[in-house]
């Protein structure tokens, strides 16, 4: 129980393979996915490291 194990694993995917996946995957449009991702210095994220930068996306405050 010490360690977690991740949900899909520790492959990385390109920027635009998790782009072009986006609803399947956080079921959001490829355009959050894209602004979530958007400025990061990674060019490849394992799909837990990109749900989570893509839910916190989500959850911003528009001004």
Do not use: C, W
């Not at 390109?14 to 990061?40: P, W």
């Amino acid at each position: 129980m010490a360690n977690k194990k991740p949900e899909y694993g520790d492959d990385k995917y390109s920027r635009d393979e998790l782009v072009q996946n986006a609803q399947a995957l956080f079921s959001v449009n490829s355009e959050a996915a894209a602004g979530a991702l958007h400025g990061t210095i990674q060019d490849q994220f394992t799909i837990d490291e990109a749900k989570r930068l893509v839910g916190h996306f989500m959850k911003r405050k528009v001004l």
